[in-house]
């Protein structure tokens, strides 16, 4: 028999809803769901407990913020986040932190701060359908994750390039557009599985993306398809 996951609700002046995730955090435990009606709730909060939490109606109405630390700190071993508009203001601070677990982000909207979504030592990060722009150093920033994946995501209008990874077992980059980062769109040091598919970069000089990456090319198929490039590859 398994047991029903609860479902808590937050609501601005609604009976029976929190009035800020940080509240409906604090009292769900693992594998609770938490819904968050639209609203704009200021504040940042940590998630220590595996839970999934997800906007109800369009996530441009449903609108997290603070005006200081980061939006939202993840310590937990599972999160998944849906359907949200994470707003930062701290310029030294990122909006999302993982600093261990796993986080998966799912239409969703990240915008501001120092780096859209920083991950210190996250085993796992997916980041689906998503936008990331504004940020003043990085959209996402990842050490030594055992898998970073960014699918079908817009990443625009960052001070610095848009995808940092620094020793992480597989990088992945498929479907998704870059616009306007400076000085690369994606930067990636060590020596773990690269490609990046089907991804369209305007506003970013292409000698930019191959002074990192070698093209592959598949005859009879239009797609970009970079992977790392490894001793001895010719940049023919």
Known sequence: MTDARTVHHVAPDRAGAF????EAVAKAVS?????????????????????????????????????????????????????????GKVRTQPVLHITSGNCDVTFCSIEG???????????????????????????LFAKEARIVHLDNSLIE???GSGVITEGCQEVRVLHSTFSDTTPHAIESTGNGIFEVVDTEFTAVSHAQILDNYKPIKFENEERSWYARKLVGDSDA
């Open 157 to 159: 209008r960052i001070g």
């Open 31 to 87: 594998g609770d769901v938490i819904h968050i009606h639209p609203g704009k709730y200021t504040g940042s909060f940590s998630i220590d407990k595996d839970l999934e939490i997800a906007g109800i109606g369009s996530h441009e109405d449903i609108v997290l913020t603070t005006d200081r630390d980061s939006v939202i700190l993840c310590a937990a071993t599972t999160v998944v986040l849906k359907n949200l508009s994470l707003v």
């Open 113 to 139: 701060g120092k780096y859209g979504i920083a991950a210190d030592s996250s085993s796992r990060i997916t980041v689906a359908n998503s936008s990331i722009a504004d940020c003043e150093r990085g959209a």
């Open 19 to 22: 009035a800020t995730p940080a």
